[in-house]
């Protein structure tokens, strides 16, 4: 898996501190940290694209007190969950004193390729799921973390994050039933599985 | 269709658009700004904190006390006197007297006493 091959080589935080070796850490994570976090903004790419640049930042001010207890990149993927979790919280707020959503700008999808009408869909499907249980789902079903990696980087027990996963798989195979198509016979859900 | 299929159907479809080159240089820009701004501001704001806050300390030691000290008017040298008068024993302090402050000529006289003792 890309997080545990990486850990070995990761895990020298104090050799990270000068500029141009943070901008390599950056550099590596970027895409990844892009796409975990377009997927639990229910697909706002530059929503996305600012607050993984926020985590790098908070990353880069934090990085001084990483003790090393976890990977560097679970601590790196804690801090974008939880600025993704701020980000989320503040555009709730926004909500309350926000104008009429029908006068409000759409929201600009940058990608001109693909089918839109499905990611908006997987979207809303996602946005159905509480929190915990999109961040579950996104971190071990689309992000392939394991159960336990996704634990470490959401501050959950393990049981909670499968709890999470069940309910979400549970909701998202009605939600999203047409395209799962006929299930063949002996091919039920896995939603205990752990991807270790 | 599998549930894995499934899964990585949704894999597939949702998932940003990678950075072009030009948008990947303006995020590291962007970031480098942010981090060289911050590390400007700690630069002068962290030693002026630091110069601000011993120079308020020195001041704080230094400044000379305005308000008066209290004084315990009950213990002054004239009451203390009155229970250890130097003048009584003036005779008794071997001319000693010519030259201690009045005060300690009662001290002189306890410590010849004490002497005498032995």
């Known amino acids: 898996m890309e997080i545990a091959a990486e850990r070995a080589k990761a895990d020298a935080p104090s050799l990270m501190i000068r500029a141009e070796e943070f901008a390599r850490f950056a550099e590596a994570r970027r895409e990844r940290a892009l796409r975990l976090a377009f997927r639990l903004l229910a697909g706002d790419q530059a929503t996305a694209e600012d607050v993984v640049q926020n985590a790098f930042f908070r990353a880069h001010r934090a990085l001084a007190g990483f003790r090393g207890d976890a990977s560097l990149d679970?601590?790196?993927?804690?801090?974008?969950?939880?600025?993704?979790?701020?980000?989320?919280?503040?555009?709730?707020?926004?909500?309350?004193?926000?104008?009429?959503?029908?006068?409000?700008?759409?929201?600009?999808?940058?990608?001109?390729?693909?089918?839109?009408?499905?990611?908006?869909?997987?979207?809303?499907?996602?946005?159905?799921?509480?929190?915990?249980?999109?961040?579950?789902?996104?971190?071990?079903?689309?992000?392939?973390?394991?159960?336990?990696?996704?634990?470490e980087v959401l501050g959950k027990a393990v049981g909670t994050v499968k709890s999470h996963l069940h309910r979400a798989l549970a909701a998202l195979r009605v939600e999203l039933a047409d395209l799962r198509g006929p299930t063949p016979i002996g091919d039920g859900p896995k939603d205990g599985e752990d991807h270790e | 269709m599998s549930e894995d299929r499934w899964l990585e159907t949704l894999r597939d479809e949702f998932?940003?658009?990678?950075?072009?080159?030009?948008?990947?240089?303006?995020?590291?820009?962007?970031?480098d700004e942010r981090i060289e701004r911050r590390a400007g501001a700690r630069r002068f704001a962290l030693p002026a904190l630091a110069s601000a806050a011993v120079a308020a300390l020195a001041l704080w030691v230094a400044w000379p006390v305005t308000a008066p000290i209290e004084?315990?008017?009950?213990?002054?040298?004239?009451?203390?006197?009155?229970?250890?008068?130097?003048?009584?024993?003036?005779?008794?302090?071997?001319?000693?007297?010519?030259?201690?402050?009045?005060?300690?000529?009662?001290?002189?006289?306890?410590?010849?006493?004490?002497?005498?003792?032995?």
Do not use: C, N
Request: aromatic content about 8%; hydrophobic content about 40%; glycine content about 6%.
């Open chain 1, 74 to 151: 679970t601590w790196f993927y804690r801090i974008l969950v939880r600025e993704v979790q701020r980000q989320r919280r503040w555009q709730a707020l926004r909500g309350w004193f926000a104008v009429d959503p029908e006068l409000a700008p759409p929201a600009v999808d940058p990608r001109p390729v693909g089918d839109p009408g499905l990611r908006k869909r997987i979207s809303t499907a996602l946005e159905k799921l509480s929190a915990g249980q999109r961040e579950a789902f996104v971190l071990v079903h689309l992000e392939q973390l394991t159960i336990s990696e996704a634990a």
């Open chain 2, 15 to 31: 998932q940003p658009e990678p950075m072009s080159p030009q948008r990947a240089a303006g995020f590291r820009r962007a970031l």
């Open chain 2, 71 to 118: 004084v315990d008017a009950s213990a002054t040298s004239a009451e203390l006197d009155e229970y250890v008068d130097p003048d009584a024993f003036a005779s008794e302090l071997a001319g000693r007297g010519d030259y201690l402050p009045a005060d300690y000529k009662g001290l002189a006289l306890l410590l010849d006493d004490d002497t005498a003792d032995r």
